[in-house]
C-alpha cells in the first residue's frame, strides 16, 4: 500500500478510460501494470434519434468527468491522496461510427454510432469497390452513405474521426488514432502501418465524382500510430476537461487512442498469430490473429489490426448480452414483487448457475438476442424472441441455457467461416461481465467454438485496463524498453498471471451445434418479424 501511494504521489502511474457501449470506465495502475490500483465507473446510453443510434458530446464529457471524479475518490479513500499527474494516459472506446467536424474542429451532424444500420448501400458499394468486405458499422461506409444521400453537411466536412480519437484530440490536441482503431475506419495496409494507398486513390476518385468538395480522402483521417508510438500529451485545457477541480496537472504522455477490440486484446494477451479473443458486452466479438491472409473476401468477417500493426480477422455482432441482462431484469423484479428481492449479481449467478443443469441442446428452445439489425445473419433490424415448439421442454435451466447460447448464436456464424478458411488458433480468451459467473459462459463459449477458452483474473477490468496497460507500455518503451507488445504483454504483464481454462466437452460441442442447426432455420422467423413488426 505504502509503495502503491509512493507511485501515485509521484505521477508513476498510467491511467486507462474506456467509452464503453454502457459503461464509461477509467483504470489506474503502478509501474507493474498487472496490479490495478483503482478503478471508477460511470453508467450511459445511447440514444435512438431520428432512427439513428447516437449519444451526444454533452453526454460524452459529463461521463468522462464523473468516471475520473469516481476514480479520484476511490484513490484517495484507499491511498489517502488525490491524483495530480500520471506517467502517461490512454483512451480507448467503441469504434466506427460517424464523427465529422468542421474547419473550426465543430461537430456537423450528431454522433452516428457502430450500431447503425443505415449504411448498407454504401458498405455493398464500397466491397465491391476495394475487393475487400467494408462492413456497415465502418467509418468509411457511413462517409459514403453520406455521400450517396447528398447529405447537406457534406461540403462542411474537414476531419473525421472516431470517438476515441475525438477525445484524444480534445485532451492533447493531436489528430491521430491507433492502428487497430484507424482500421476499423478505412482499410490499412499491414506493411505499412498506415492507410491502403490504392485503396485511397480508388476512393478518391470516387469522390472526384460524386462529392469534389471533400478532397483528398486522406486529409479526413487521423494520422495511424501504433503501440509504443507517442499521441501528445495532456494539455492545460485538456486537464481541466478531464477533471474540473482543478488538481490535475498537465503533461502526461498520451499513447495512441485505441479502439476496444484493441484493448480487448491487450487485456486478454492475444495479440500474436493463432492467438484470439472474444469481448462480450453491449456487443460481442471474437479476434482472431492471423498467420495469413484470406483466400477469399466474406461478408460475415473485418480485417483489422492488433494496437502494433498485426492482420486480424474480426467476427463482429451487433448484439451481445442486453436481452440476456434484460430477461434478468424480468427475473429480478418478480423476487422484488414477490416479497423476497435479490440484488441483480445474485440473479445473473443463480440464472447462469441453473443453466448448467440444462439440456446440451437447450432442450428445443431457441433465443434470439436482436435489439438491432445483425449484418452477420442478413437482418437490417432488431426483434428479440423467444421461440419453442409444443414439444420442446420449457424449464428455467434450458431457457437461460437457450438465452446463453444466443448470446454466441451470430458470433458461431462468422467463426464457422473462420474454420472453412482453414484459420488455426493455439489459445482463445475470452473477457466481459458475461463471464463474471465462473464456469458457465465460458464452459458453454469452448463447447460452441469446440476450442479451449482460457480467462485471466485481470481481463475482468476489460479494455480500461487494456489501454491503462498499452499507456504502460508507451512509459516502458520512452525508457528504452525493446520489447515488442507481444513479449512485454507476456513478460511484464501476464507472467505470473492466472489463467482458468474450459475444455470443450463433447456433450457441450454436440448440443450447441444440434442447436445452431435449429438457430440457423430460425432466422426466418426473425425475418419475418422485422417486415410486420
Known sequence: MDESRREIAAGRTALGIELGSTRIKACLVGEDPSKVL?????????????RLWTYS????????????????????????????????????????????????????????TWRNTNTGPAAAELTELFGQNIPLRWSIAHLHQAVLDREQHLPQVRSLTTLAGYVHRQLTGHNVLG??????????????????????ARYDDKLAEHAPSLGKTMDLLPQVLVAGQSAGE??????????????????????????????GMVATCSVAPRTGNVSAGTSIFAMVVLERPLKR????????????????????????????????????????????PVDSDAVFTTLFQEALEGEADAGGLLAYNHLAGEPIAG????????????DSKLTLAN??????????????????????????????????????????AQKFLAGALGTPVSIAESASEGGAWGIAVLASYLSATASGSQLDLNNYLRQRVFGDAVFETADPEAADVAGFAAYLVNYRKGLAVQRSAIGVL
Open 379 to 390: 437482418l437490417t433490424e432488431g426483434r428479440p424472441l423467444f421461440l419453442r415448439t409444443p
Open 234 to 263: 495532456l494539455i492545460a485545457e485538456g486537464a481541466a476537461l478531464l477533471d474540473p477541480t482543478g488538481a490535475l496537472q498537465p503533461g502526461a504522455m498520451f499513447c495512441p487512442p485505441e479502439g476496444d477490440a484493441g484493448t
Open 179 to 200: 492502428i487497430g482503431d484507424a482500421s476499423g475506419m478505412f482499410p490499412i495496409d499491414s506493411s505499412t502501418h498506415n492507410y491502403d494507398a490504392e485503396l485511397l
Open 399 to 440: 431457457f437461460m441455457r437457450a438465452q446463453l447460447y444466443g448470446v454466441f448464436g451470430t458470433l458461431s456464424l462468422g467463426m464457422n467461416v473462420l474454420t472453412d478458411e482453414g484459420v488455426e488458433l493455439d489459445q482463445m480468451f475470452a473477457h466481459g461481465g458475461l463471464f463474471r459467473t465462473a464456469g458457465v
Open 57 to 112: 458530446l454533452d453526454d460524452v464529457w459529463s461521463g468522462i468527468q464523473a468516471a475520473y471524479a469516481d476514480l479520484a475518490s476511490e484513490v484517495e479513500r484507499l491511498y489517502g491522496l488525490r491524483p495530480r499527474q500520471y506517467g502517461a494516459i490512454g483512451i480507448s472506446a467503441m469504434m466506427h461510427g460517424y464523427l465529422a467536424f468542421d474547419k473550426a474542429g465543430e461537430l456537423l451532424v450528431p454522433f452516428r
Open 38 to 50: 483503482a478503478v471508477g465507473t460511470h453508467e450511459w446510453e445511447n440514444n435512438f434519434v431520428d
Open 297 to 340: 473476401v466474406h461478408q460475415e468477417l473485418d480485417l483489422v489490426a492488433t494496437p502494433a500493426g498485426d492482420p486480424v480477422a474480426m467476427v463482429h455482432c451487433n448484439n451481445g448480452a442486453s436481452e440476456l441482462a434484460a430477461w434478468a431484469g424480468l427475473f429480478t423484479r418478480f423476487a422484488a414483487a414477490a416479497g423476497a
